[in-house]
């Protein structure tokens, strides 16, 4: 039983395309978080929803979109891809009041072309 | 300075080996504070919380210092099975976690 899950696992496109990440979690939690890790192995918090509600944007340019249809989904749109989008994204989530105990999804490793 | 600065080591010692980690956080507003761990290729998970009163978990002990903004973790008697990397992780009290890039730790037969 996957609790977090996230596809495609691979990803590797070229410049300037769109491309989409899903991410489901299965523990009924209230809170997803999108993660970038670069690699320089820094994790750095992109987006947090709440029961589909943008809690924290954290400067990312608006190439990224995310998208939650429901609260235990969180999907992430990546428009005008970029060299220096590759890295690792990661998606996790945490029930609403223990928001400090998160669990990941296995990433998804993005390379541009 | 970043936020959450460690070692990135890799730290190599023989199994059964005492190895400590150290991290310092920057916001002195910080709130809580724990230790993920990151096996290579895979996702963090949630290792231990870390209380100002320290905590210990088996082979794991962690500490905090606030004064000094620090936060430690013990490893006792290393297993193979502990190669990984291990992140601090600080909580600034803005619903969102803020992590270290993580310390290397191999352990070797």
């Known amino acids: ?113 | 300075r970043k936020e959450v600065e460690q070692d990135p080591g890799p730290f190599n010692v023989p199994e059964g080996a005492t190895v400590a980690f150290n991290c310092t956080y920057s916001n002195s507003a910080s709130q809580s504070f724990f230790w993920y761990r990151q096996d290579c290729r895979k996702e963090p998970k949630l290792l231990m919380s870390v209380y100002s009163s320290g905590n210990e978990d088996g082979r794991f002990t962690a500490q905090l210092n606030r004064a000094s903004q620090y936060i430690s973790l013990l490893i006792r008697d290393s297993k193979l099975s502990d190669s990984a990397t291990y992140l601090c992780v600080v909580d600034t009290g803005r619903r969102a976690l803020t992590f270290g890039s993580g310390t290397r730790l191999q352990v070797q037969p």
């Open chain 1, 1 to 113: 039983d996957t609790a977090v899950s996230q596809t495609p696992k691979y990803l590797v496109t070229q410049m300037g395309n769109d491309k989409s990440i899903k991410c489901e979690q299965n523990l009924g939690h209230d809170t997803m978080y999108w993660y970038k890790q670069d690699s320089k192995k820094f994790l750095k918090i992109m987006f947090s929803y709440n029961n589909k509600e943008l809690i924290i944007n954290e400067t990312v340019p608006n190439r990224f979109s995310p998208k939650s249809p429901d609260k235990a989904h969180l999907n992430l749109h990546i428009n005008s891809l970029e060299l220096g989008d590759s890295a690792v994204y990661f998606c996790a989530s945490s029930p609403i009041k223990v928001y400090n105990e998160q669990f990941f999804g296995p990433g998804t490793r993005l390379t541009v072309l």
